[in-house]
């Protein structure tokens, strides 16, 4: 979002009567700092998920391992526990609820240790060794919940979209058709319908893996006539979506360049990015083919279904595309 946001706050330093510029809310940076903490999240979700699934699959080796009676119906309570726990760190695009769900667990991980030393079933040495190390875990569990919390813009599951295509139509006319966010379903196979809400800001629904429907509102926070618009999802939104489309004239007069770059983090954190790329509903894999269709949209007035045949009867490409913009 940096990369984005950046070029956003750049163009607008340009004051004109016709920018619409952004709330300095829009503006904040994601940085470069994020991305160690999330990994550390996602590595911790992994290690409680595979935790887990010792704990309750072999809960005998792992009350032998660390040095505990084999009460394997509380390991196993304490397995399923650690799998929830993974589950919610990998299902929230912020996982601090995840990650202070298992600094609780560490610390009850680390009383039933404690209280354990008194046993004769017992290994006091393996247990000493299993609370040195649950309590080195649970440090890190603090510092990333911490880390996380402290910064609103760290996400899980952001994906990030650059591309670039060429369109034989002029800037005036691409950004006179895009601007209208209505017309997008027209060329966006992902898209249900984009409904407008109120000044800049529309109402979006999309596909969703298997069928589902996913919705959130969004707005323009900067854009200026002929050259780019910006948007970002709303606050609340339980999507996450800040994008701009540029467009510059070709060089030697042969049409308009579009460059996209989007950042998306679907619901359900880096869960659900996972699972709309296994379903092919991945803004990378959208992107591209939307853009191409834009394109034929755009210089023929139609766009190709995937059986090969025109979407809608040949005509006047021109007073197709006014007949959308008039919508």
């Excluded at 319908?193 to 999309?206: C, L, P």
């Excluded at 609340?236 to 998306?264: K, L, N, P, Q, W």
């Excluded at 755009?298 to 006047?316: H, I, K």
Aim: some cysteine.
């Amino acid at each position: 979002m940096g990369v984005i946001l950046s070029r956003i706050e750049s163009a607008s330093l340009q004051r004109s009567p016709n920018i619409i510029y952004p709330r300095r809310s829009a503006m904040k940076d994601n940085g470069s700092n994020n991305g160690k903490e999330l990994q550390l999240a996602c590595g911790l979700g992994w290690f409680s998920i595979g935790l887990g699934l010792a704990e309750v699959l072999a809960p005998g080796a792992v009350a032998h391992l660390t040095g505990l009676p084999p009460r394997r119906g509380l390991l196993r309570l304490f397995g399923f526990r650690e799998i929830a726990t993974g589950l919610a760190i990998f299902s929230q695009r912020r996982p601090v609820e995840g990650l202070w769900a298992r600094v609780a667990g560490d610390v009850l991980d680390l009383a039933v240790l404690a209280s354990a030393y008194g046993s004769r079933k017992t290994n006091p040495t393996k247990i000493t060794a299993s609370i040195a190390a649950i309590a080195g875990v649970t440090a890190l569990d603090v510092y990333c919940g911490q880390a996380i919390h402290s910064n609103p813009d760290a996400m899980q599951g952001v994906q990030r979209v650059r591309e670039t295509l060429t369109i034989n139509d002029t800037a005036e006319n691409l950004y006179n058709f895009w601007h209208q966010f209505e017309n997008l379903p027209g060329f966006m196979t992902h898209l249900k319908s984009v409904t407008k809400i109120g000044e800049n800001r529309w109402h979006w629904v999309a596909k969703g893996p298997a069928r589902t429907s996913v919705e959130w509102d969004a707005e323009i926070v900067a854009h200026r006539p002929n050259e780019f618009i910006s948007w970002r999802s709303l606050e609340g939104s339980d999507v996450y979506t800040v994008g701009t489309v540029h467009f510059e004239r070709a060089h030697g007069g042969r049409g308009t360049v579009i460059r996209v770059e989007m950042e998306y983090a679907p619901p359900a954190g880096a869960l659900g990015a996972t699972v709309a790329k296994l379903f092919g509903e991945a803004p990378q894999k959208q992107v591209p083919v939307d853009l191409r269709r834009f394109k034929q949209l755009m210089e023929t007035g139609e766009v190709l279904r995937t059986d090969g045949q025109p979407s809608g009867r040949p005509g006047n490409r021109r007073s197709k595309i006014d007949l959308m913009l008039q919508h």
